[in-house]
């Protein structure tokens, strides 16, 4: 199974054509496999950065901790845009999220998925809670009728995200049905008091809360 890291920053609207040629470039000037990284997308949401970083293995396993041999270059590049979200940053690490519920079924997963970003403001130390409520739902059958294939939750200051991954033909024939199912409403009913949409302002359904990736790499060997 693909181990994921979760980076989420500030980053300037209208910037992510600039921020995706960046990491295009060492994408294909460095070879980021040789430390561990398989894949990686780059998302948007408002004015949200977010970095999902793909590893063949957890690197608290293998020990290779770093995202791209020019990490300093990339980040030079890119430090006009992208800018720390967590009010207590202090060093690069701080822009990790971190996980705090995990499942998956059983099992090989197909071959065939697709990964969503859900975004969202979480309550402060709602974490139990709101691993709870997926808990109690990952145990019923709305996984199976969704195709889910896993599903990561993170946290960071008060940013939530959630990566679902779907069977790829599930993930297309739910996407605008998954809210008529009565399990899916119950689900978004217990995470009232913890989760709200992270612009209120702007949020008429929960395609509202998902990010928009806007680069997307894969190692080729």
Same mark, same amino acid.
Request: hydrophobic share 35%.
């Given at each position: 199974?693909?181990?994921?890291?979760?980076?989420?920053?500030?980053?300037?609207?209208?910037?992510?054509?600039?921020?995706?040629?960046v990491f295009g470039h060492y994408d294909q000037a460095t070879r980021p496999q040789d430390l561990g990284v398989i894949?990686?997308? =780059?998302?948007?949401?408002?004015?949200?950065?977010?970095?999902?970083?793909?590893?063949?293995?957890? %690197?608290?396993?293998?020990?290779?901790t770093r995202g791209l041999p020019a990490f300093q270059k990339i980040a030079e590049e890119i430090g006009p845009y992208?800018?720390?979200? #967590?009010?207590?940053?202090?060093?690069?690490?701080?822009?990790?999220?971190?996980?705090?519920?995990?499942?998956? %079924?059983?099992?090989?997963?197909?071959?065939? *998925?697709?990964? *969503?970003?859900?975004?969202?403001?979480?309550? %402060?130390?709602?974490? %139990? !809670?709101?691993?709870?409520?997926? *808990?109690?739902? !990952?145990?019923?059958?709305? #996984?199976?009728? =969704?195709?889910?294939?896993?599903?990561? =939750?993170?946290?960071?200051?008060?940013?939530?995200?959630? =990566?679902?991954?779907?069977?790829?033909?599930?993930?297309?024939?739910?996407?605008?049905?998954?809210?008529?199912? #009565?399990?899916?409403?119950?689900?978004?009913?217990?995470?009232?008091?913890?989760?709200e949409p992270y612009r209120p302002d702007r949020w008429q359904g929960p395609q509202d809360s998902v990010a928009t990736?806007?680069?997307?790499?894969?190692?080729?060997?």
């Open positions: 199974m693909v181990f994921r890291n979760v980076i989420v920053c500030h980053m300037v609207p209208g910037s992510d054509q600039i921020v995706g040629d894949g990686r997308y =780059l998302l948007s949401h408002h004015d949200l950065y977010l970095h999902v970083i793909e590893r063949e293995q957890d %690197p608290r396993i293998s020990g290779q992208v800018t720390p979200y #967590p009010r207590y940053w202090k060093n690069p690490s701080d822009s990790v999220a971190k996980e705090f519920y995990h499942w998956a %079924p059983e099992g090989e997963p197909p071959a065939d *998925t697709t990964l *969503t970003v859900i975004v969202g403001r979480i309550k %402060p130390g709602a974490e %139990p !809670d709101v691993a709870r409520v997926f *808990t109690e739902s !990952d145990a019923g059958s709305l #996984p199976t009728d =969704l195709g889910v294939t896993g599903r990561w =939750l993170y946290s960071i200051d008060d940013v939530y995200v959630h =990566l679902l991954e779907q069977e790829s033909s599930a993930a297309e024939a739910t996407r605008d049905q998954h809210g008529d199912k #009565p399990a899916f409403g119950k689900v978004m009913q217990d995470l009232g008091p913890y989760i990736v806007f680069y997307r790499w894969q190692a080729q060997d």
